[in-house]
């Protein structure tokens, strides 16, 4: 299959690189508590979530940025950041009510926004700059019980459940781009998945920045009821901007008893042109909680885009036999830096986890992988296993590893691998011989090296992962 | 088919092939032998275009078109094969998927379709059979954990895949046990046609034994000192290399 892919492949470009010129309702640039309350009251929020956003950005107020993380970031200046850009047309209630523009672009970027389109089965919630404009299959997965929609909406509509988990993942305090996320947020997804239900579809959520100036602080909450499952996709993309644009989103995921909920990112932010000018900043906590028994949470990631990424999918193993796996592919080019991995909190009795993690660097690159494994006194028998390749294309770029492993139970076995590699001429020359270019040839040896991880993904999405991992290293070798 | 005008080349400053001359014709077999270090392999590595090497003199034509000016790639899809002395190991990716990809970037070269899966494995199938290749090592990445004989095996498998008008084996006889020998000779015969040809580099009379070559050239510190027919091969198993360099070194 890889073959195939690897042909159709010849651009150079980051190719989802255009913008789309639509009104927008845009307001000015800054951060103040008067900001919050313009935020809230253009989404017509009640009391209760205004008091939620104030009470974050005031404790944001006391905090400062991390500098913990093997990045160089520059100086934000958060005042010259606009918090809120829509598309003119608010909350579309049918197709014929978005923006022909808007359908256009997210079909160039190849989403389905059209119910029509639904032989690839998947349900879509399309966020554009901050907010969702269409969510599709709404009402087919309403009769069994399943709510997908945008955050706004489930503020609406479904409060009581909004109030009873948002924030209890990630709470608002939890650091300073989640807390600056809780004072700001525009939009996001809301799924909620009924006891005993499985998800018949996989359920997205396309966001993608298209304003000028303007951060993206989407919030996605995801809450599977006892004995559910759902499978869950999030892609990103953004236009070439030479400033750097700011994304500091929240997802937090809440499995119950034998539930089960895999999430899958396709992060292809905008990297920044090969001198290392604009791209965007990616900041993210994703955190979920196995908060039932033999509940099961699994994040994939592959992550190719974005100037600076700083990401830790985690979760909090509470339910005994509760599971948890992280599979990530990171691939950084150029100026990109990346210092991403994930945090397994070992509470519950007989719980595992396990972590796959693949770097990959070309370029001037820095590529850290950072992860902590926690066993607590209680968690009898748990286990973990952790492995941690790099892969190296040049002599330029860097691997990271930076494990950290606390472990307060005997009965626990953790265990943890790493390796480091580098594509070489020899291996190049040799694919040469036999007709293959270098381009095709660092594809295919970056696809092997990454498949255990691709192989994760849900079908559509692993055709795509593949792609981009051979785009953002064209030009890395040779 | 093949024709080498006075190719000088360097590694890292240091000129390795001095000035040497060659030519071969389809439906021919060349064997290539000479002392370690002469610069057999580099020969090799210059006609395929590796790039560690550097040609700073010579002409080498391949069916009328100037070889040194074509990528790596492009002169392995006009026809040209080598088998590694020392075949790379790429961990991860398969086989399978590393052959479909070099066919069917030969036959987009071609301008033909590439090829179905069906026809892919067929023909894999077929060519596997005829170097009595392991039925596992196709599943396996590229050369990855193979013994040294298996590597050989998978070198003469690839060059029957992609079907080549010159094949250049490099010490594919080396670290081969005799039943080993016997069955890659016998791939390499079986794919012997009057519009190809083949330059045979070895150490070793005995492979000759099995492919039977039309000449025999001495490379001797970066140039051919000497050409015969076979008898010349077992000329030097007899006598060694030491009146060659004798007779050279002496002028
Ligand atoms: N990478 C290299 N750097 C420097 N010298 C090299 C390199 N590769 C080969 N050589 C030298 O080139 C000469 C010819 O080597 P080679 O072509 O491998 O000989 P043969 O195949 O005839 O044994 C030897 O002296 C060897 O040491
Ligand atoms: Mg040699």
């Given at each position: 299959m890889s073959a195939d892919i690897l042909q159709e492949v010849t651009q150079n470009d980051y190719k989802y690189g255009f913008t789309t010129d639509i009104e927008t309702d845009i307001i000015p640039i800054g951060l103040s508590e008067d900001v919050v309350r313009l935020i809230s009251k253009k989404k017509n929020e009640p009391q209760w979530m205004l008091d939620f956003r104030l009470k974050a950005y005031r404790h944001w107020l006391t905090m400062k940025m991390p500098e913990w993380a093997h990045l160089n970031i520059p100086e934000i200046d958060y005042q010259s950041i606009a918090y809120y850009a829509a598309p003119r047309k608010n909350a579309p209630k049918s197709l014929d009510e978005v923006d022909p523009e808007l359908i256009k672009t997210f079909e160039k970027l190849g989403i389905p926004l059209e119910e029509r389109m639904a032989l690839s089965g998947i349900a879509v919630d399309a966020v554009m700059d901050s907010v969702s404009v269409k969510t599709t299959f709404k009402e087919s997965l309403g009769k069994l019980g399943i709510i997908f929609c945008s955050f706004s909406e489930a503020v609406e509509n479904h409060p009581d459940l909004v109030q009873k988990y948002m924030s209890s993942v990630v709470p608002y305090t939890d650091n300073f781009f989640a807390t600056l996320n809780c004072a700001v947020f525009s939009d996001g997804s809301f799924v909620y998945i009924p006891k005993g239900?499985?998800?018949p579809m996989e359920l997205s959520t396309y966001f993608r920045i298209n304003a000028i100036n303007t951060g993206q602080f989407e919030r996605t909450l995801i809450i599977a009821d006892d004995d559910s499952y759902v499978s869950y996709l999030e892609g990103c993309t953004a236009p070439m901007r030479d400033e750097n644009q700011l994304h500091a989103a929240i997802v937090e995921i809440v499995a119950m008893k034998n539930a089960e909920v895999k999430y899958s990112t396709v992060q292809n932010w905008y990297p920044g042109d090969k001198n290392g000018n604009g791209g965007v900043y990616n900041f993210v906590t994703k955190r979920g909680i196995c908060k039932g028994e033999n509940s099961k949470l699994s994040w994939t990631q592959v992550e190719t885009g974005s100037a600076i990424t700083w990401k830790y999918p985690s979760?909090?193993?509470?339910?005994?036999?509760s599971s948890a796996e992280f599979y990530s592919v990171a691939v950084t080019n150029h100026h990109q830096q990346a210092d991403t991995g994930t945090k397994m909190l070992h509470i519950g009795k007989n719980t595992s986890s396990h972590i796959l993690s693949k770097g990959i660097s070309a370029g001037v690159s820095q590529n850290s992988y950072r992860g902590l494994v926690k066993i607590n006194p209680?968690?009898?028998n748990a286990r973990n296993f952790s492995q941690c390749d790099s892969l190296l294309l040049g002599d330029k770029c860097g691997a990271h590893t930076f494990p950290y492993m606390e472990v307060n139970n005997d009965t626990a076995i953790v265990e943890h691998e790493a390796t480091t590699s580098k594509i070489n001429e020899d291996q190049i020359f040799y694919c040469n011989q036999r007709g293959i270019s270098t381009e095709d040839a660092v594809g295919l040896i970056v696809n092997g090296y990454a498949k255990d991880v691709i192989n994760k993904l849900p079908m559509e999405f692993a055709v795509e992962a593949q792609k981009l991992l051979q785009i953002t290293l064209e030009g890395s070798v040779g | 088919m093949l024709e080498i005008k006075n190719l000088h080349a360097n590694i890292n400053g240091k000129e390795i092939l001095k000035g040497l001359s060659l030519s071969v014709n389809a439906g021919e077999v060349h064997a290539i032998m000479g002392p370690n270090g002469a610069g057999k392999s580099t020969l090799s590595s210059v006609l395929t275009g590796n790039p560690a090497f550097t040609v700073t003199e010579g002409d080498v034509t391949f069916n009328g078109k100037n070889l040194l000016e074509l990528a790596p790639e492009d002169r392995s899809r006009e026809g040209i094969f080598l088998s590694f002395q020392y075949p790379v190991e790429i961990p991860g990716v398969s086989m399978v998927n590393f052959m479909r990809t070099a066919v069917n970037e030969h036959r987009k070269y071609k301008n033909l379709e590439p090829m179905s899966a069906s026809d892919f494995l067929r023909m894999q199938r077929e060519k596997k059979e005829l170097v009595e290749m392991d039925n596992k090592l196709a599943n396996r990445s590229v050369n990855e954990g193979f013994s040294g004989g298996e590597k050989k095996r998978n070198e003469i498998f690839q060059m029957a895949m992609l079907d080549p008008k010159l094949s250049i084996l490099d010490e594919?006889?080396?670290?081969?046990d005799i039943d080993a020998l016997r069955i890659v000779a016998n791939g390499v015969n079986k794919l012997k046609r009057p519009d190809n040809a083949s330059i045979v580099i070895t150490h070793y009379q005995r492979l000759l034994d099995y492919i039977v070559p039309d000449f025999v050239h001495v490379l001797y510190d970066g140039r051919i000192v000497k050409s015969g027919g076979k008898e010349l091969a077992l000329e030097l198993e007899e006598r060694g290399y030491d009146w060659i360099k004798q007779e050279v070194d002496g002028k």
């Open positions: 239900v499985r998800c979760c909090i193993l509470l339910g005994d036999n209680a968690a009898e | 594919t006889d080396s670290g081969l």
